[in-house]
């Protein structure tokens, strides 16, 4: 089966910038979540197959980045200026898409993506 692995996460101070990997071979469309304690997971970035559409949840626009290295296999979301608010566990999401593959096909809906890796901590405070 597909298996997501994510990496990065950690503990910083506000203001600090944190880039997070996920590796995942194959033709999907990819996108990190996350969730913080007491509330339900959020959207945070999207990215298509086509590395150049991609997409933000509106508290991270402007200062997280997804990217994709398509030799290394990996999507990374490049987090700065990161505040409290951020922290929460981050999890990549791979999602196939329609059946006809489409390399312009994202998704901004959890319920869309069809592998999810274990998350990893980020947690900003002073």
């Known amino acids: 089966q597909v298996q997501l692995v994510e990496s990065g996460g950690g503990l910083v101070q506000p203001g600090a910038s944190l880039r997070l990997s996920c590796a995942a071979s194959g033709r999907y469309a990819m996108g990190w979540f996350r969730q913080a304690p007491g509330k339900e997971r959020e959207f945070v970035a999207a990215?298509?197959?086509?590395?150049?559409?991609?997409d933000y949840g509106d508290s991270v626009t402007g200062r997280f980045t997804i990217s994709r290295d398509y030799a290394r296999s990996t999507v990374y979301l490049q987090m700065n200026n990161l505040k409290p608010e951020d922290t929460a566990v981050y999890f990549c999401a791979a999602d196939k898409g329609p059946e006809y593959f489409s390399a312009t096909y994202y998704s901004k809906n959890e319920e869309t993506y069809d592998y999810w890796g274990q998350g990893t901590q980020v947690t900003v405070a002073s």
């Open positions: 990215i298509a197959w086509r590395g150049t559409i991609t």
